[in-house]
C-alpha cells in the first residue's frame, strides 16, 4: 500500500484493483483507514474472491499485475497474467524468479520494499513501449511453456522418469 501511496504523492494517475479474500478483518481495517487517510478511495477498487468471467474482465482491463510477495511458490496468478500478456511486478521469492525473468518479462524486486515497488510501477507507467515489449515476451513464453497441452506433458514425462 505504501507504494500506491507514494503514487499518489508523485501525481501518477493510476487505478488498482484487488481480487481476493482477507485474511483477519484488523488487516482490512487497517488497509482501509490507510486508503481513507491518503485519499486513494477513487485509486483502489477491491472485488473479493472473483472467478470465472468476471475475473478474467478485471485481468483484461489492467496492465500490469503487482505480486510482491514475502513467501510464495508459483502463484497461479502470474501464469494467467503472463497468458493474457499483462507485465508482472513480483519478488525474488520461490519459483516466481524462474518463471519471471527480470528485465525481460516483468520486474523482480530483490526485496519486497515500498521504495522498488514504487520504483517499478514507475518505470512501467512512463516507458509504454517497454511495457507493450514485455507483454509480448509474457505471451510467448506462456505459449512455449505454459499451455495446458504442455504443461500435462511435461507432467507426463516427469512422472515417467
Request: with cysteine; charged share 25%.
Amino acid at each position: 500500500m505504501n507504494s500506491l501511496i507514494l503514487c499518489k504523492k508523485n501525481n501518477l494517475n493510476f487505478e488498482c484493483n484487488f481480487m481476493g479474500e482477507w485474511i483477519k478483518d484488523e488487516e482490512k481495517n487497517y488497509y482501509f483507514d490507510l486508503i481513507k487517510q491518503n485519499e486513494l478511495k477513487d485509486n483502489i477498487h477491491f472485488y473479493g474472491l472473483i472467478t470465472d468471467e468476471k475475473k478474467w474482465t478485471i485481468y483484461m482491463n489492467n496492465a500490469v499485475l503487482i505480486h510482491p510477495t514475502f513467501w510464495d511458490g508459483q502463484p497461479l496468478s502470474i501464469l494467467e497474467a503472463m497468458g493474457i500478456g499483462m507485465t508482472i511486478i513480483s519478488t525474488k521469492v520461490g519459483a516466481i524468479p524462474e518463471t519471471v525473468i527480470n528485465g525481460h518479462n516483468g520486474i523482480i524486486l530483490d526485496e519486497n520494499k515500498p521504495e522498488l515497488l514504487y520504483k517499478a510501477i514507475e518505470k512501467f507507467y512512463f516507458d509504454r513501449k517497454y511495457l507493450e515489449i514485455i507483454s509480448r515476451n509474457n505471451i510467448d513464453i506462456y505459449c512455449k511453456r505454459f499451455t495446458n497441452k504442455i504443461f500435462l506433458n511435461n507432467l507426463k514425462n516427469w512422472l515417467e522418469e
